[in-house]
T-cell receptor, first 114, second 115 residues
């Protein structure tokens, strides 16, 4: 069965400094992995996705993530945080058993300090 | 492309009444739609999966008689919260996917408040 663990419930960074949001997964299959962002009282916006192509995935707004099979990780990074990046971030693994369900991590709240 | 809408965005109702939330895929045919519920400061919890023209599959612990899901067409699914109570107050989010694509497209969510 698939699962995903977001290691930090809260992360605070200063504006202009790098962002690292950590995600580890467990999957019996070659997984599909996603990062979504949610601003308060809004729906989810896809940042990037890994679907067994290039292991370094570039997304929107300067975010990227690297799929590391040996470490079962899919950490999200950004070189320089912007105030508008403050939001909730969810790491997701897709169930490839045929149901296409998403398994969500518990989320990481990113705070960006001026 | 791949836009999903929800209506209404916010609804307030009295305890004991029923509320219907619509989820539409605007520019693609949604073979599968998913309904999630999100409590404040928590992650999304999958409630049910619905395939067009067939009965929804509910997750363990979700009352199917309370949360009625209909997926009558390839662009519309509805969630009806029957006999709503204050504990049903939550943020409800739908998503949709089309055949051959392993990605869900999310609606903007519906904030339900039951008084």
């Amino acid at each position: 069965a698939q699962s995903v663990t977001q290691l930090d419930s809260h992360v605070s960074v200063s504006e202009g400094t790098p962002v690292l949001l950590r995600c580890n997964y467990s999957s019996s299959y070659s997984p599909s992995l996603f990062w979504y962002v949610q601003h308060p009282n809004k729906g989810l916006q896809l940042l990037l996705k890994y679907t067994s192509a290039a292991t370094l995935v570039k997304g929107i707004n300067g975010f990227e993530a690297e799929f590391k099979k040996s470490e079962t990780s899919f950490h999200l990074t950004k070189p320089s945080a912007h105030m508008s990046d403050a939001a909730e971030y969810f790491c997701v693994v897709s169930d490839l058993s045929g149901t296409y369900k998403y398994i969500f991590g518990t989320g990481t709240r990113l705070k960006v300090l001026a | 492309g791949a836009v999903v809408s929800q209506h209404p965005s916010r609804v307030i109702c009295k305890s004991g009444t029923s509320v219907k939330i619509e989820c539409r895929s605007l520019d693609f045919q949604a073979t599968t739609m998913f309904w999630y519920r999100q409590f404040p400061k928590q992650s999304l919890m999958l409630m049910a999966t619905s395939n067009e023209g067939s009965k929804a599959t509910y997750e363990q612990g979700v009352e199917k008689d309370k949360f009625l899901i209909n997926h009558a067409s390839l662009t519309l699914s509805t969630l009806t919260v029957t006999s709503a109570h204050p504990e049903d107050s939550s943020f409800y989010i739908c998503s949709a996917r089309t055949g051959g694509v392993n990605e869900q497209f999310f609606g903007p969510g519906t904030r339900l408040t039951v008084l």
